[in-house]
């Protein structure tokens, strides 16, 4: 369910960090409460995609099926260089972008003011326009570069919000503890979740 503020559109980035089982659980859950999701997958994000989840797709055969396992005409992938597209614009108004996962050299080109790509050039369109903008590290450990990058990031107005999923709710798969990363993702939207309880609150069926 949609919250009143949100207009239905999202954009979401995938760069070549592991942690590909987080994006596709995200994008999952996010077509079901946006009716449009912009889409940007980096040439790394399809391989480690392939890799980690045995999911082969590339920029020419891409479709939601593929990717989610499920139809979504919603979902519009957006080439990396192709700038004349709705997210490279300030004028489009959109409820959020995310970046999962966030790789160290995407979360260090955005905190320079680099846009060399839509990914990067999109981030600096929610910094400037003031919208929000998760970034979802699972590298580790930092070192003090990527300490810094983060800070000025943060500084800047994005959420930092690292692939670091709890054990209170005793998750019992793997599936769990990705869901945990995932919930507080939509909760950072202001969007409604069924995936992880409020804590001390039962699980709603």
Same mark, same amino acid.
């Given at each position: ?20 089982? #987080? ?6 859950? @996010?077509?079901?409460? #946006?009716? %449009?999701?912009?889409?940007? !997958?980096? %040439? ?20 939601? %099926? $593929? ?13 990396? $260089?192709? #700038? ?26 955005? @905190? ?14 929610? !910094?400037? =326009? ?8 699972? =590298?580790?450990?930092? /070192? ?9 990031? @943060? %500084?800047?107005? @994005? ?8 054990? #209170? ?17 939509? /909760? ?5 979740? $069924?995936? !992880? ?6 699980? =709603?069926?």
């Amino acid at each position: 369910m949609q919250t009143a503020h949100t207009t239905g559109r999202l954009v979401v980035a995938v760069t070549g960090a592991s942690g590909a089982p #987080y994006a596709i659980r995200f994008l999952q859950q @996010a077509a079901l409460l #946006y009716s %449009e999701i912009y889409l940007m !997958l980096t %040439e790394q994000a399809l391989q480690v995609i392939g890799v980690e989840t045995g999911i082969g797709i590339t920029q020419s055969n891409f479709s939601a %099926e $593929k990717l989610l396992g499920f139809s979504c005409p919603g979902l519009h992938l957006l080439g990396s $260089k192709n #700038y004349f597209t709705p997210p490279a614009s300030g004028s489009f108004r959109h409820d959020g972008m995310v970046i999962v996962p966030c790789s160290m050299g995407t979360a260090a080109r955005i @905190a320079s003011g680099i846009s060399d790509d839509l990914i990067t050039r999109a981030a600096d369109v929610c !910094l400037k =326009e003031r919208r929000p903008l998760i970034l979802v590290p699972r =590298e580790t450990p930092w /070192n003090l570069i990527h300490l810094r990058n983060f800070t000025q990031l @943060a %500084e800047a107005g @994005a959420t930092v919000l690292p692939a670091a999923p709890g054990f #209170y709710h005793h998750p019992q798969t793997v599936q769990d503890l990705v869901d945990f990363v995932v919930a507080r993702i939509l /909760n950072q939207l202001g969007q409604e979740q $069924k995936l !992880l309880p409020e804590w001390q609150r039962p699980r =709603e069926e």
